[in-house]
């Protein structure tokens, strides 16, 4: 089972950005799709972003499509989601988190992370 700790969050102003890193432990972190999910006060938890294993494939939510972008280092066992042009309604709880598919991201959740605040003043 993969361990996940994210990083990177914190106060920017509408129109800043942030980069959120997610790093691993374990030994598989190549066979695992890894994304981001973010979770607004009193809201569902919602899906960012998600990437396969190997890096060639990405696909985001609408709602931050051209403005997000997700990546990894496999030999640094980390995830990044780069976060540009940010919005108010970008505030939210962020969390990484690892599965087992790409083509069934949210589905086959293995592990989470504990989740960093991110809070985007208008």
């Known amino acids: 089972q993969v361990q996940l700790v994210e990083s990177g969050g914190g106060l920017v102003q509408a129109g800043g950005s942030l980069r959120l890193s997610c790093a691993a432990s374990?030994?598989?972190?190549?066979?695992?799709?890894m994304g981001w999910f973010r979770q607004a006060p009193g809201k569902e938890r919602t899906f960012v972003a998600a990437?396969?294993?190997?890096?060639?494939?990405?696909y985001y939510a609408d709602s931050v499509k051209g403005r997000f972008t997700i990546s990894r280092d496999n030999a640094k066992k980390t995830v990044y989601l780069q976060m540009n042009s940010l919005k108010p309604e970008d505030t939210a709880d962020y969390y990484c988190?690892?599965?087992?598919?790409?083509?069934?991201?949210?589905?086959?959740?293995?592990?989470w992370g504990q989740g960093t605040q991110v809070t985007v003043s208008s």
């Open positions: 988190a690892a599965s087992r598919t790409y083509s069934n991201y949210a589905g086959t959740i293995a592990s």
């Open positions: 990437i396969s294993g190997n890096g060639r494939g990405t």
């Open positions: 374990g030994r598989t972190f190549s066979s695992y799709a």
